[in-house]
């Protein structure tokens, strides 16, 4: 069993920036990728950034482009999501998830089938 643990969400103005901060922890995982999606009251989880251990392939959603830096730390099965230029669209509940299954073959990890578990979620709320 894995455990994930969101830090960082609170109330921003807009222009504004907050750091999300995702530890994973458990006895004797794999971890090939950590990802950050975000869902909205009435919305569905949507992609926000992922980060790929092998190679260290970044994915951000085009929405947050520019704006959101996703980095980590596989040692330490951290991951941390750099959130500047904030929004009230961004407003949201920020799940962290992990890949801890070896997966072969192309994987979008813009969805969220991939992640084999879940954080909390930590709330964001941008005021305008």
């Known amino acids: 069993q894995v455990q994930l643990v969101e830090s960082g969400g609170g109330l921003a103005q807009a222009g504004g920036s907050l750091r999300l901060s995702c530890v994973a922890s458990?006895?004797?995982?794999?971890?090939?990728?950590m990802g950050w999606f975000c869902q909205a009251p009435g919305k569905e989880r949507e992609f926000v950034a992922a980060?790929?251990?092998?190679?260290?392939?970044?994915s951000y959603a085009d929405s947050v482009k520019d704006r959101f830096t996703i980095s980590g730390d596989k040692s330490k099965n951290t991951v941390y999501l750099q959130m500047n230029s904030l929004k009230p669209e961004d407003t949201a509940v920020y799940y962290c998830?992990?890949?801890?299954?070896?997966?072969?073959?192309?994987?979008?990890?813009?969805?969220?089938?991939?992640?084999?578990?879940w954080g909390q979620g930590t709330q964001v709320t941008v005021s305008s």
């Open positions: 980060i790929r251990w092998s190679g260290g392939r970044l």
């Open positions: 998830g992990a890949q801890t299954t070896l997966r072969w073959g192309n994987v979008d990890y813009t969805v969220p089938t991939p992640y084999d578990y």
């Open positions: 458990g006895r004797a995982f794999s971890n090939y990728a």
